[in-house]
T-cell receptor, first 112, second 117 residues
Framework: QQQVKQSPQSLIVQKGGISIINCAYE??????FPWYQQFPGKGPALLIA?????SEKKEGRFTISFNKSAKQFSLHIMDSQPGDSATYFC???????????FGEGTQLTVNP | SAVISQKPSRDICQRGTSLTIQCQVD?????MFWYRQQPGQSLTLIAT?????????ESGFVIDKFPISRPNLTFSTLTVSNMSPEDSSIYLC??????????????FGPGTRLLVL
């Protein structure tokens, strides 16, 4: 199974709130899980990534939580800001990122 | 990470014509990829551009429709041939680069926005 399932499809959050995006995978060979952020008119940009040997990784307001037994991982955006409004894609790969499987994307809107 | 540029950034084309999209990287990279992103959708891998050999296409994509060149380690082109309105999409190139000391991942160019009338 190569799919990565992402939810929700869209998310509206008030400024200062917490945004949570979830992803689930089937392929146990996946060992690298990056998140990409895409603003309108731009290409996707690597935001943060995690490997399955840790359960959480935090970079500033962005945190990835990883549950290896459940084959799920999630992105948490703390103190969400209007500038965070973008489409977020989770992804997974099994060998050095040479082949990425993407989730369907989540369109995040942070209201001021 | 590498700086990736694409030309053109956008174009409006007539059906039946072809468009060649260029991808330039500011450093040598081992692997380059081409993706299609239809409006409001996720990214779909078209092919891996191999330096010095034919590209490796994903299921549903063929060389006659999407010929790819990669003459060196910093440059690749994707041609969208005999275009139809269904080819209206964003076309993205990506390169494999270091995310940290031990992990590689893909970095994306800004994309080419194509509208076929």
């Amino acid at each position: 199974q190569q799919q990565v399932k992402q939810s929700p499809q869209s998310l509206i959050v008030q400024k200062g709130g917490i945004s949570i995006i979830n992803c689930a995978y089937e392929n146990t060979a996946f060992d690298y899980f990056p998140w990409y952020q895409q603003f309108p008119g731009k290409g996707p940009a690597l935001l943060i990534a995690i490997r399955p040997d840790v359960s959480e990784k935090k970079e500033g307001r962005f945190t990835i939580s990883f549950n290896k037994s459940a084959k799920q991982f999630s992105l948490h955006i703390m103190d969400s800001q209007p500038g965070d409004s973008a489409t977020y894609f989770c992804a997974a790969s099994s060998t050095s990122g040479s082949r990425l499987t993407f989730g369907e994307g989540t369109q995040l809107t942070v209201n001021p | 990470s590498a700086v990736i540029s694409q030309k053109p950034s956008r174009d409006i084309c007539q059906r039946g014509t072809s468009l060649t999209i260029q991808c330039q990287v500011d450093s040598q990279v081992t692997m380059m990829f081409w993706y299609r992103q239809q409006p409001g959708q996720s990214l779909t891998l078209i092919a891996t551009a191999n330096q010095g050999s034919e590209a490796t296409y994903e299921s549903g994509f063929v060389i006659d429709k999407f010929p790819i060149s990669r003459p060196n380690l910093t440059f690749s082109t994707l041609t969208v041939s005999n275009m139809s309105p269904e080819d209206s999409s964003i076309y993205l190139c990506s390169v494999l680069g270091l995310a940290d000391e031990v992990q590689e991942t893909q970095y994306f160019g800004p994309g080419t926005r194509l509208l076929v009338l």
